[in-house]
């Protein structure tokens, strides 16, 4: 259990290191950028990296005994610890490759216990930063924030991701075509964690990924449960910290978006 001022603590570098690092991505931003694939329907590019190192190494001066999992591999980076802290330095990749001004850097300090203490979302080209810590409410640029108060599906805005897997693709087709005519409409933007915090501000209404990693989530989950909204996989139930991929469906609580996948 840590203390409030513990909670704080990771809080404060969970923003400082999203806002630096997000103060570099946006230098890079119109620069000619080095891309490379890293799987099918996936690329990296050099900022990425440079991006992660920038959070790691702020956060080990500060921490040198906590843990690290991130979206790219640095085999120097301790893997346990007290805190681990999880870190997609470019959750939008796709769209930072080709200048699409939608992508965030996503932040989150996990307990031994697997309970998301603190995250930090930050989204470089319209310097928002969105937080929250267990507790402690969630915050955009310092203000509380909460989830909207839409009640019926047919007024909902749903967001969603393309999986890039083929089946899992024409399982978000069979989905959408599920619930596309039910909602009031649906959006693609391509970075699921800052689909998350938006949800987590009232801007969409619920969320739906296949199959997202913990870096994706992490820090969306704490943003979302602190705005008063709702995280689960797609069974269901509530979503929980696993450093494994998952499924989720996000919303602000207040209707039911079912569909058989
Ligand atoms: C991706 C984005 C995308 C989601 C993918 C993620 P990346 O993250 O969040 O919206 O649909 O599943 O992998 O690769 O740009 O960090
Ligand atoms: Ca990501
Ligand atoms: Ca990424």
């Known amino acids: 259990m840590k203390t409030d001022i513990e909670l704080m603590g990771l809080l ?3 923003r400082e290191t999203a806002v630096s690092a997000g103060n570099l991505i946006r230098q ?3 620069q000619p950028k080095e891309i490379k694939s890293k ?6 590019t050099d900022t990425d990296i ?7 190494d702020a956060i ?3 921490f040198p005994a906590h843990g690290f999992l991130t979206e790219e591999d640095d085999s120097d980076l301790p893997t346990d610890g007290p805190v681990i802290w999880v870190i997609d330095p470019v959750d939008g990749t796709t769209n930072f490759s080709r200048e699409i001004p939608t992508f965030c850097i996503s932040i989150a ?5 697997n309970e998301v203490l603190a995250g930090a979302i930050y989204d470089p080209m319209r310097d928002e930063l969105f937080s929250a810590a267990l507790g402690q409410g969630a915050t955009l640029n310092g203000q509380p924030v909460h989830v909207s108060s839409i009640d019926e599906l047919g007024d909902a805005v749903i967001a969603l991701d393309w999986s890039r897997s083929a089946d899992l693709r024409q399982s978000v087709l069979d989905v959408l075509d599920q619930f596309a005519h039910q909602v009031n409409t649906v959006r693609a933007f391509g970075s699921a964690a800052l689909a998350l915090a938006w949800v987590g501000v009232g801007r969409v209404d ?10 994706d989530l992490a820090a969306a989950s704490v943003i979302i449960s602190e705005a008063g909204g709702k995280l689960s996989d797609l069974a269901g139930q509530q979503w929980g910290y696993s450093p494994n991929a998952s499924g989720c469906v996000a919303g602000n609580g207040r209707f039911h978006l079912t569909f058989n996948n």
């Open 39 to 44: 799987g099918f329907r996936d690329v990296v």
């Open 206 to 215: 619920g969320y739906v990924n296949f199959q997202l990693k913990p870096w």
């Open 12 to 14: 404060e570098l969970a």
């Open 50 to 56: 440079a991006a992660q190192k920038l959070i790691t």
């Open 109 to 113: 300090a996990v307990s031994a216990e």
């Open 60 to 62: 080990q001066i500060k």
């Open 28 to 30: 890079k931003w119109s």
